[in-house]
């Protein structure tokens, strides 16, 4: 079996979906062809984006004579414009239940839908040793000869001394659930007086994201909490995020919007318990109670519950994250989807021959 997958540059998400696929399918025995090839090479071409791609992901392929045309589409909020084309599919492809639902409630006809969950490389995304986290640790640590660093700002420090870092990566935070996150150890402070925490955002360089970590920042000020706040800006690698998250304590994200939860499943993948909440695809990759915590959508009270759980318990959140481990690599890591993909796909295949 020959298959092609065309993966959109608007989200650089979808290509690392695309090349985790890739993985998971070479695992199966299949041939991934290029996306610089001739589309008709191949015996299926799969598309992977969003909904709104349709024309290069779909639309393209069909007019340059492809054999068979699949779709794996992310649909979190609505799909508009292209309801008869997709109906016209003989399947598509989307990333969870989630998406699926919002598929069929905006006309898709719910029988050429399957879902295919995103495949997360469970040989990168893995917990790593102390020593090997000490030059990132080192990098974010800011020093002085002679002067005294302020415990928050001496990463090192906090490590040693076992302060719980709960960390948050997007885009821009506050899609993520960043205000309600901050919201919620805004309460645990004025509930319990604990301030033994660091709360670390990670998001991208663009004004839309800076903007809104202002409303983050003036938000953390006005509950007291400003200096318990650090965020790193920027446009970093795949190896330095999987530094990040191991270097954390607890992933939370209360996400708005989700359409699968990647960087969930990547910290469960890396041994961290996870927090986010009802209302998105998210909370289809935490296991409540097992591998993390999934609140109730806009209950700060539930959110801060969970939270405080889990600044104060090591151990438990020790347990979850091994659990969360163990599931993620079950149900996520490429060897299972690609088979995964294959078993969806191979009656229609098989029909080709």
Not at 262 to 276: I, N
Request: hydrophobic share 40%.
């Amino acid at each position: 079996m020959k298959i092609q997958l065309l993966a959109t540059s608007q989200g650089y998400s979808f290509i690392n979906q695309a090349q985790a696929l890739v993985t998971g399918l070479k695992m199966a025995g299949v041939t991934v062809i290029p996306e610089t090839a001739n589309c008709q090479e191949a015996d299926i071409v799969m598309g992977v984006g969003s909904w709104r791609d349709y024309d290069l992901l779909v639309k393209k392929p069909l007019n340059k004579g492809a054999k068979r045309v699949i779709p794996w589409l992310v649909s979190d909020d609505k799909v508009e414009k292209y309801e008869e084309q997709l109906n016209s599919l003989e399947m598509v492809l989307t990333t969870s239940e989630f998406c699926k639902r919002v598929m069929v409630r905006d006309g898709i006809n719910p029988k050429l839908i399957e879902v295919l969950p995103e495949a997360v490389d469970d040989s990168f995304w893995h917990p790593l040793a102390k020593e090997e986290l000490e030059p990132t640790i080192k990098l974010l640590t800011m020093s002085s000869m002679g002067v005294e660093i302020p415990e928050k700002l001496d990463l090192g420090k906090l490590k040693a001394t076992k302060v719980p870092i709960i960390f948050t990566t997007g885009g821009d935070a506050t899609s993520k659930g960043a205000l309600e996150v901050i919201e919620a150890l805004g309460k645990i402070y004025r509930k319990t007086g604990n301030k033994r925490w660091l709360y670390m955002l990670k998001t991208w360089p663009y004004a839309g994201s800076l903007r809104r970590s202002a409303v983050e920042l003036e938000l953390a000020e006005n509950l007291g909490i400003w200096e318990n706040i650090r965020y790193l800006v920027g446009e970093f690698s795949q190896e330095f995020l999987r530094d990040l998250i191991n270097i954390c304590d607890i992933y939370a994200a209360p996400s708005r919007g989700e359409g699968f939860g990647l960087p969930l499943v990547e910290a469960a993948m890396c041994g961290k318990p996870v927090v986010t909440c009802t209302g998105t695809a998210a909370e289809e990759t935490v296991v409540q109670g097992e591998t993390g915590f999934i609140a109730r959508r806009d209950d700060i009270d539930d959110l801060a519950g969970y939270l405080e759980k889990l600044i104060v318990d090591k151990s438990l959140r020790e347990k979850l994250g091994k659990r969360g481990r163990e599931i993620a690599v079950e149900k996520y890591s490429p060897r299972v989807i690609g088979q995964k993909f294959l078993d969806i796909i191979c009656p229609t295949y098989n029909s080709l021959q």
